[in-house]
């Protein structure tokens, strides 16, 4: 069974940081690229970093902000996220996505930036 299990997200203050952690199972995880979608209260999916094997892209939005990384030995990618505003609020996705087409999604965790 293909699972993705995001964890990490909360509630912080502005200026704050969190890191999200998705855990991979079920899949062949390092053949896949990885990325974090997120979504904000009444708005359309964002796309918001990307990692290949050896290459990392970002969102213009939390560009030097965020890094996103990954472990294929714990089958486990990350985001750190530091700086965090308010329109940061958004439930956080994690997404694998293999070079012929097969995706997966996990969940979801919230993250609230908030004082």
């Known amino acids: 069974e293909v699972q993705l299990v995001e964890s990490g997200g909360g509630l912080v203050q502005p200026g704050g940081s969190l890191r999200l952690s998705c855990a991979a199972s079920?899949?062949?995880?390092?053949?896949?690229?990885m990325n974090w979608v997120r979504q904000a209260p009444g708005k359309g999916l964002e796309w918001v970093a990307a990692?290949?094997?050896?290459?990392?892209n970002y969102a213009d939005s939390v560009k030097g902000r965020f890094t996103i990384s990954r472990d294929n030995a714990k089958n486990t990618v990350y985001l750190q996220m530091n700086s965090l505003k308010p329109e940061d609020t958004a439930v956080y996705y994690c997404?694998?996505?293999?070079?012929?087409?097969?995706?997966?999604w996990g969940q979801g965790t919230q993250v609230t930036v908030s004082s």
């Open positions: 997404h694998a996505r293999h070079v012929y087409g097969s995706d997966f």
């Open positions: 079920g899949f062949t995880f390092s053949n896949y690229y």
């Open positions: 990692i290949t094997t050896s290459t990392t």
